[in-house]
């Protein structure tokens, strides 16, 4: 991985600090609203503003990656949120201590929601600019290796600062990793090429369309992503409400299970970084998609909750090989100056598919037995990977190492 390999090395970091930050600051506002209010009404309207506005604005955030240099947009993104949240921290004391409180937190959500729809498809078209083709995958498992990490450790921090710190406190650290994650960002030099001519905004958002559209393979799996984060939901998202719900409802059963996920995960970005998945990437994403159904069939079967935390931690494993595999792909089969469109509606799947898995499934868990639903997606995962399996134009469209 000689191209660029300090360079890579830089950026990974940059980015591990900046969404060290991010993530305890989410977990705080959270946990705080909730402790604060016990309002399933806030923390939807929480959840809501950290998703719909990174949904909204990916489509534009996608031809900005493409239009303008990425690395300014990464830094802006991440200063715009940094001062936001600085802002937040110095009003907070003036701020009347009642709902207008929440509504701030919204309204900081939300911004922070913008900045990350901008980050996402910036950071992702960038990395085969510092990232030669051939080891894209084994990064890409490194850099999961290094968010599960960073994941795993977010809570326990978040937890520590809330409960001997302040909420400010736990606001404080995020500005100051952004800070940091954008003096080792200023230190990497990121090449870019202006276009002669640019058309309007809206007009380059439709020639991205247009481009996933025409470049099959780039549509159905940007489509495949976003069915698999939906499908997802009953086995991975809710998976403190399954086990609440069937083993336990303490803090030690939810936390247990969140720490068992975080270390598969762990384990499948090492397994993807020292592997590098099979020669052809499609068969490393289905085989983990499959995985991945089998797994929740399983885990929606077993009664033994140890049994289903050994399930719990392989599950881990075969999400990182879709996720890895999956922006891979994406990252290959991308010209460089349609990547940061073709990242802007990957980051649009994600952010429309969860929110509306969290609804539908939400919603038939107080209606159905959660294993059922478990054991329906798993099956459909399983569908959906052996449909792709038998259409040879996308299977075959990942060429062998």
């Known amino acids: ?105 919204v309204a900081i959500s939300v911004i922070r929601s913008l900045g990350t729809g901008i980050h996402t498809p910036a950071v992702n078209a960038t990395v085969p600019q510092l990232v030669a083709e051939e080891h894209l995958m084994k990064f890409n498992g490194i850099n999961a290796t290094v968010q599960s990490v960073v994941q795993f450790a977010a809570p326990a921090i978040a937890g520590s600062i809330l409960t001997w710190g302040s909420f400010r406190g736990a606001l404080m650290v995020d500005v100051v990793t952004a800070m940091v994650g954008i003096g080792l960002l200023g230190a990497i030099a990121i090449p870019f090429e202006r276009k002669a001519e640019t058309a309007p905004v809206f007009a380059e958002m439709q020639e991205g369309i247009r481009y996933a559209v025409k470049e099959r393979f780039l549509g159905k799996l940007i489509m495949l992503f976003g069915l698999f984060i939906f499908l997802c939901v009953p086995a991975g998202f809710l998976a403190t409400l399954f086990v609440s719900r069937y083993y336990g409802d303490t803090y030690f059963h939810m936390t247990l299970v969140e720490v068992i996920g975080f270390l598969g995960m762990m384990a499948g970005g090492l397994l993807i970084s020292t592997w590098g998945g099979f020669k052809r990437h499609t068969k490393t994403l289905l085989v983990g998609m499959a995985a991945f159904g089998t797994l929740a069939i399983a885990m929606g079967l077993v009664e033994n909750f140890y049994v289903y935390l050994a399930l719990m931690a392989v599950y881990g494993v075969a999400l990182t090989m879709v996720q890895t595999a999956s922006t ?69 469209h990942s060429s062998e190492s």
Not at 28 to 47: D, Q
Not at 69 to 93: E, N, Q
Not at 349 to 368: E, H, K, N, Q, W
């Open 1 to 105: 991985m000689k191209k660029g390999y300090s360079k890579a090395a830089l950026f990974l970091a940059s980015q591990a600090v900046t969404l060290l930050g991010s993530s305890i600051v989410q977990f705080a506002i959270i946990w705080y609203v909730t402790l604060e209010t016990s309002s399933g009404g806030w923390v939807a309207l929480l959840s809501a503003a950290a998703y719909i506005p990174q949904f909204l604005i990916s489509f534009f955030a996608g031809v900005w990656a493409d239009r303008y240099p990425r690395k300014r947009l990464i830094i802006a993104a991440d200063g715009a949120i940094a001062i936001a949240t600085l802002a937040l921290v110095l009003l907070l004391p003036q701020i009347p201590q009642n709902e207008t409180v929440y509504v701030a937190l």
């Open 328 to 396: 891979t792909l994406l990252q290959e089969s991308s010209t460089p100056e349609m990547a940061g469109r073709i990242f802007g509606l990957y980051g649009a799947a994600y952010a429309s598919f969860l929110p509306i898995g969290m609804v539908v499934f939400g919603l038939l868990a107080d209606r159905t037995s959660m294993r059922l639903l478990m054991m329906i997606s798993g099956g459909l995962l399983i569908l959906m990977a052996a449909v792709m399996f038998l259409d040879k134009s996308f299977y075959r």
